[in-house]
């Protein structure tokens, strides 16, 4: 199986400041990992796909990178709304698997 | 707008059964592959079960492995569940999607399992 180590698993920020958020894979997921938010008591919202590939809807100020098996989500400039769990999922083999997460905090 | 509405959470006790649905509207479900997804309170996301978009496949986390089965019914549009042998680890909020395959998720169904 695949596991996905998420880090840090929880991060205070200021509005306006860039915040990474990594996620690395015990073995090769080509590009196939996705990125969600998810707030309290709301379902997950799907941010990334494909490593890269901006959700829906999603804020330009959101993006993903790749070097290997290290992925990173960035937010460019922190924005109130942004507070919440991210999660990172790979979907190269079954059984898919998320990282622990990662709890942002508006400082 | 697509919607997905689950339903059959509820409290059993261990050992018992318990099935879920998720029906789909406004969506080509038949084109996609369905997931459940659970989240155990104050826990994070884990992945419990996927099935290919024409029934053919299924996949399972080890912990459901010979419990849990999932499948499909295209023609009714709608996801199911059947969950047996039922634990208290089991407790959680199952959601239907075809994350990361489209943004679309069910409500959230709320099992518990507890004496």
């Known amino acids: 199986d695949t596991q996905m180590t998420q880090s840090p698993s929880t991060l205070s920020a200021s509005v306006g400041d860039r915040v990474t958020i990594t996620c690395r894979a015990s073995?090769?997921?080509?590009?196939?990992l996705a990125w969600y938010q998810q707030k309290p008591g709301r379902t997950p919202k799907l941010l990334m796909y494909?490593?890269?590939h901006l959700g829906s809807g999603v804020p330009s100020r959101f993006s993903g990178r790749e070097s290997g098996t290290e992925f990173t989500l960035m937010i460019s400039s922190l924005q109130p709304d942004d507070f919440g769990t991210y999660y990172c999922?790979?979907?190269?083999?079954?059984?898919?698997?998320f990282g622990q997460g990662t709890k942002l905090k508006i400082k | 707008q697509v919607q997905m509405v689950e339903s059959g959470g509820g409290v059993v006790q261990p050992g018992t059964s318990l099935r879920l649905s998720c029906t789909a509207s406004?969506?080509?479900?038949?084109?996609?592959?369905m997931h459940w997804v659970r989240q155990a309170p104050g826990k994070g996301l884990e992945w419990v079960a996927s099935?290919?978009?024409?029934?053919?496949?299924?996949y399972y986390t080890d912990s459901v492995k010979g419990r849990f089965t999932v499948s499909r019914d295209n023609s009714k549009n709608t996801l199911f569940l059947q969950m047996n042998s039922l634990r208290r680890e089991d407790t959680a909020v199952y959601y239907c999607?075809?994350?990361?395959?489209?943004?679309?998720w069910g409500q959230g169904a709320l099992v518990t399992v507890s004496p």
């Open positions: 494909k490593a890269s």
């Open positions: 406004n969506f080509s479900f038949s084109s996609y592959a």
């Open positions: 099935i290919l978009y024409n029934g053919f496949n299924e």
């Open positions: 073995q090769s997921i080509d590009s196939w």
């Open positions: 999922q790979q979907y190269n083999t079954y059984p898919y698997t």
């Open positions: 999607t075809s994350a990361p395959d489209g943004d679309n």
